[in-house]
């Protein structure tokens, strides 16, 4: 049965957005037991898992974007490359080798 014909069956697609460089779609399902074919459980499974891991990556690059802008406010208010370098769990040399271009565009 192929992805299309699933979703079909199911009725329950809600497509997601396509993984940039492979465009893959990933299918929302809803996981009741109840509405999911015999043989189909596994397939369902890693849906499911898929849309967390987008889902989870999105909330990874929301806060990777929140700590940057940290960051540039660090610098602004005076804060020093070794003072975020301590914030962050990182060497000063890292911080500022990850975060000096931001706080100059920014």
Known sequence: M???EVAYYLGLVSMMDA?????????????????????MGQYVR????????????????RAAAAVTE?????KRAGATWDDIGVAL???????????AKATRSG
Do not use: N
Request: net charge negative.
């Open 89 to 99: 769990d990182m060497t000063r040399q890292a911080a500022h080798s990850t975060y």
């Open 2 to 4: 192929t992805t299309s």
């Open 19 to 39: 993984d940039k460089e492979r465009r893959t779609p990933v299918i929302d399902v809803d996981m009741s037991e109840e509405v999911i074919p015999p043989g």
């Open 70 to 74: 940290l960051v540039v406010q660090a």
């Open 46 to 61: 890693r849906q499911k898992m898929l849309k967390q891991l987008q889902e989870a990556m999105q909330e990874r690059h």
